[in-house]
């Protein structure tokens, strides 16, 4: 919160599959106010709209802070220029729905709208990872952001600006094929053998789950939880406490990252690599981002490809939100 008055901002969303979050953000990417509502249970349509305006509505109620454009980043499939949400798995009561549509009529205000991997990749290239390196005088030209979480999403921006593709459909790299053997592991996408089914935090507490399954692995303190409980947090925890199957699980998804990185750096040459999402956390705690940048190099085709950095994301849970704030300031700035 500020006592200045009339402070400039940006008006975030982040719209994920468990909480609608706004934020008033200013210019340097600094939250000033934020607050998020759970998604309406059973909910339809209306009410998940409804539950928006709530807080938009408590947004633009507040003294103090002046904001004269809109950001969303939202948890799904979006059209780059009309913003209608094509069959959001985790938000599928917004199907078909354009909220930069429905907010510009409402509100009277400009309205950027993206998915939340490509909104977190500006988000770090604006106020995170990206910033901090360019403050740290190693600028970068292309910078690819991945999210490893409960799936893997991508975003790539060149020179500044959002790659999108013809549909905004860009960078889905946790639906590339790293796995083509009888044996890969099915994906929600329906199809097999994707990075999401090898190295997400769904697969990797899958996986466990099998090998334990099986009956091997007793000695691993994984194999007294439940399956319920037998989460990728808990094979990190354990891995982090040494536990030697829970390592194995980890040097699994590990080698399936590097494989899907590797291609996209055969793919967008970026020299800035951020990784974001529950997973990686984990996996920076485990001191595995070295281990990572390895397995990439070692399938690269060409010296000048390894020249890249990879970091962990600076931004965390923040990036969609942050996305979304350097979204909005785009349009603000461009008014
Ligand atoms: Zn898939």
């Not at 205000?109 to 106020?127: K, T, Y």
Request: net charge negative; charged share 15%.
């Amino acid at each position: 919160m500020t006592d200045q008055p009339n402070t400039p901002a940006v008006l975030a969303v982040d719209w994920g599959g468990t909480w609608c979050r706004a934020g008033l953000i200013d210019r340097q990417g600094e939250v000033l106010w934020q607050a998020r509502r759970p998604n309406p249970r059973g909910g339809g349509t209306a009410q998940y709209l409804a539950l928006a305006d709530t807080l938009l509505a408590e947004a633009f109620g507040l003294e103090g802070i002046h904001a004269d454009s809109i950001g969303i980043a939202v948890a799904g499939p979006v059209d780059p220029e009309s913003g209608t949400l094509y069959q959001p798995p985790n938000l599928m009561p917004l199907d078909g729905i354009s909220l930069k549509q429905i907010w510009h009529e409402r509100y009277g205000l400009p309205v950027a709208l993206g998915n939340d991997a490509n909104m977190a990749a500006i988000g770090e290239f604006h106020f995170g990872a990206g910033r901090d390196a360019a403050q740290a005088g190693r600028p970068h030209r292309s910078l690819f952001y991945v999210t490893v979480s409960t799936g893997i999403g991508g975003g790539v921006v060149e020179r500044g600006s959002l790659l999108l593709g013809a549909n905004g459909l860009t960078a889905e790299v946790g639906h590339t094929t790293i796995d083509t053997t009888t044996s890969a592991p099915p994906c929600q996408c329906g199809k097999r053998g994707c990075l999401e089914a090898v190295s997400s935090g769904t697969a990797i507490a899958a996986y466990a789950r099998a090998r334990l399954s099986e009956g091997r692995n007793r000695d691993s303190a994984l194999a007294a939880l439940s399956p319920e409980d037998l989460s990728a947090r808990a094979v990190v925890a354990a891995a982090v406490q040494g536990d030697t199957f829970a390592h194995a699980v980890i040097a699994r998804a590990v080698e399936g990252l590097a494989i899907g990185l590797a291609n996209v750096v055969h793919l967008f040459n970026p020299d800035l690599i951020i990784l974001g999402g529950g997973v990686s956390e984990g996996l920076t705690q485990l001191n595995l981002l070295p281990r990572i940048r390895q397995g990439i190099h070692e399938r690269l085709m060409s010296e000048l490809h390894k020249v890249f950095d990879l970091v962990p994301s600076v931004l965390g849970d923040n990036s969609g939100l942050l996305g979304a704030a350097a979204a909005a300031w785009e349009l603000t700035d461009n008014l």
